[in-house]
C-alpha cells in the first residue's frame, strides 16, 4: 500500500474552479489511481480514473467539467474542477489501487456555494 494526502480543497462559488492535489508516499507508476467523494449523508461515489497508461475514466456527472491526471516522477494525482455547482460539495477522496487493498487517503473537503 501507499500513503496518499489530498489537498487543494476550500470554498468557492458556484462556477469556480478548483484543483485538488494527492500526494503519494510511494511510486505509482504501476497504479490506477482515483478520485472518489462523499457528500453528506450520501455513500462515497466514483468520479474519475485514469490507468497506468493515461487512459481516463469519468462518472456521468462529471459531464466535461473535470479532469483527472498524473504525474509519476512527481508521484501525484491532480483533479482540475471546473464549473463546480453546489451539487459537487463533498468531501473527496484519492484512491490507489493497491493490491491486495486499496490505498485512500483522508479526504479534502470541497463546499461549492451557490
Known amino acids: 500500500q501507499v500513503q496518499l494526502v489530498e489537498s487543494g480543497g476550500g470554498l468557492v462559488q458556484a462556477g469556480g474552479s478548483l484543483t485538488l492535489s494527492c500526494a503519494a508516499s510511494g511510486s505509482i507508476f504501476s497504479i490506477n489511481m482515483g478520485w472518489y467523494r462523499q457528500a453528506p449523508g450520501k455513500e462515497r461515489e466514483f468520479v474519475a480514473r485514469i490507468s497506468t497508461d493515461g487512459r481516463t475514466i469519468y462518472a456521468d456527472f462529471v459531464k466535461g467539467r473535470f479532469t483527472i491526471s498524473r504525474d509519476n516522477a512527481k508521484i501525484t494525482v491532480y483533479l482540475q474542477m471546473n464549473s463546480l455547482e453546489p451539487e459537487d460539495t463533498a468531501v473527496y477522496y484519492c484512491?490507489?489501487?493497491?493490491?491486495?487493498?486499496?490505498?485512500w487517503g483522508q479526504g479534502t473537503q470541497v463546499t461549492v456555494s451557490s
Open positions: 484512491n490507489a489501487a493497491t493490491w491486495p487493498t486499496s490505498s
